[in-house]
């Protein structure tokens, strides 16, 4: 069997810290530049020319006020804070770009499914089915407190509301118009045909949504789902919807059994295992040779922050890491925060024993995932072990720096990729799903649950 090609998303966030805290204040980092429409089509045409076949963009809505008990930390050093709207600078990219596809992460705990449905049709639309949905329930306190609520809805129960909202966006996105039901007859006037414009009924434990969708039928209908559950409910979660999943941990021995453990779960579902594509969180520092790129990786520690780091991770983890010392070995504790990330680096094998000293160093560039650093040769030498061992699909590439690292990437690895045969040299398609499966599927599989929800019903 030929060896799979590596896909490639570029992980980026509306923000100025997204995974390398500190490395803004790098010479030329453009991070800073977040809140400018040059920044993200600059950074997308750059993409695109690497022939990545995504952009994915991270979002929280709340602040990172878990270290140290409150959020100074987070805004002094620009933790993830101020962060913007990851879905408004979308249709700029799409208009300098043909094929690269926009991966947006929107909480369905805090959304509402008949406006978000909307949402993303618009940018089905807009970007002329190049978009995917990153499902994510949220973890942050801070966001419950200022939407209404006291506290998190707990973490299982998350998961419960985020599987009615995928049901109620199924049924608007395929099942309330036909394919044939907009007719734009100007002799007649008719743009629509109503009888061809369906009620979707639903009527939930938590949502009610009596109407049609609001919005015509997009080239993908149900935009590309991406999802990154981790714990059972996650994983359960991810098994049965996700087309794409996002792993994160700091060595592939910790990936290898949840990769294999959601894609037997998605072929319970009675879904193709091997259609459900993954993708590890990975950083990649990369010169000529083995020594320059020491060399810069060497540079860029100059600049990180290492209490911005354990601001991330406190955030992520619910746990706040000023209350440990230093050397201190990290403990599972319960709380409503991501479950998985703290159970991640408490029960990692007994070699490797996580203190927040070791936790900040990690975490500082590139977050939780690994760092690969090296020439073009022991770069692509590493991607291609990890993928192979753990059985994903592709990276989501972090930066260190940004746009540097992507350049780098895409000037030295990605040509050694392509000699190997392990990495594509055209797109194909154009939607976002044609490029995971192949022209022509514009829509879900048919092995995928929003099928079922497909306009079957005779005309009234
Ligand atoms: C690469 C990656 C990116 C993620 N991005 C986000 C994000 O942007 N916003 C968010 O709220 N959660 C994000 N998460 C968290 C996941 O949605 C999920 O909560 C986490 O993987 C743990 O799964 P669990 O909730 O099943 O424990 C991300 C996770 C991973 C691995």
Redesign the pocket.
């Known amino acids: 069997m030929a060896p799979k090609l590596i896909r490639l998303n570029a ?1 980026d ?1 509306t923000c100025v810290v997204h995974q390398s805290p500190g490395l803004w204040r790098l010479p030329g980092d453009r991070a800073t530049e977040y809140n400018t429409v040059k920044y993200w089509t600059d950074l997308a045409r750059l993409l695109e020319r690497g022939l990545f076949e995504g952009m994915f963009i ?3 809505v709340g602040i990172y006020d878990v270290y140290q008990g409150g959020p100074e930390t987070a805004v002094k050093t620009g933790t993830q804070v101020p962060v913007g709207d990851p879905r408004l600078a979308i249709s700029a990219m799409a208009a300098v770009t043909e094929h690269l596809g926009f991966g947006v ?1 929107v ?1 369905t705990t805090y959304a509402k499914p008949y406006l978000l449905a909307r949402d993303f049709s618009t940018l089905d639309h807009l970007t002329g089915g190049r978009v995917a949905w ?1 499902i ?4 942050l306190d801070s966001a419950a407190r200022n939407l209404g609520l006291d506290q998190q809805v707990s ?1 299982d129960r998350r ?1 419960d509301v985020a599987n009615e909202f995928l049901e109620v966006c199924y049924k608007l996105w395929e099942s309330s118009w036909e394919d044939d039901a907009v007719v734009k007859d100007s002799a007649t006037g008719v743009y629509a045909d109503p009888t061809k414009v369906h009620a979707i009924e639903h009527a939930g434990e938590h949502f009610t949504v009596p109407g049609v969708h609001l919005c015509e039928p997009s080239p993908q209908r149900t935009p590309v789902i991406y ?5 059972s ?3 359960a979660f991810a098994a049965r919807h996700a087309e794409g999943i ?3 941990a700091p060595r592939a021995g910790l990936i290898t059994p949840h990769v294999a453990a959601i894609r037997e779960a998605a072929a319970a579902e009675g879904r193709d295992p091997q259609s459900v594509k993954f993708f590890a ?1 990975v950083t990649v520092i990369v010169a000529e040779t083995d020594a320059d790129a020491r060399a810069k990786e060497v540079e860029y520690r100059r600049y990180v922050s290492h209490e911005s780091a354990l601001t991330l991770f406190a955030g992520w983890t619910g746990v706040d890491l000023s209350k440990y010392g230093l050397d201190e070995v990290l403990q599972m504790e319960q709380n409503e925060a ?4 703290l159970q991640t680096f408490t029960q990692d094998d007994a070699a490797q024993q996580w203190t927040p000293r070791k936790v900040a160093e990690l975490v500082a560039i590139g977050g939780v995932g690994p760092l690969f650093v090296g020439s073009p040769k022991t770069v692509a030498d590493q991607l291609e072990a990890f993928l192979d061992e753990t059985d994903i699909d592709g990276f ?1 590439l972090a930066y260190a720096t940004t746009p540097g690292s992507f350049e780098d990437f895409i000037d030295l690895v990605v040509p050694e990729l392509q000699a190997r045969g392990r990495y594509r040299t055209a797109y194909e398609g154009s939607t976002l799903r044609e490029s995971f499966y192949g022209a022509g599927q514009q829509h879900v599989r048919t092995d995928h649950p929003a099928f079922g929800y497909k306009v079957t019903r005779a005309l009234v």
């Open positions: 992980f966030m991270a979002d929280v992460t909480s990153n994510v329930t949220s973890y973490h998961y999802q990154a559950g981790f714990s409910k996650g994983r996002f792993v994160a969180l991501i479950h998985s990330a989501n």
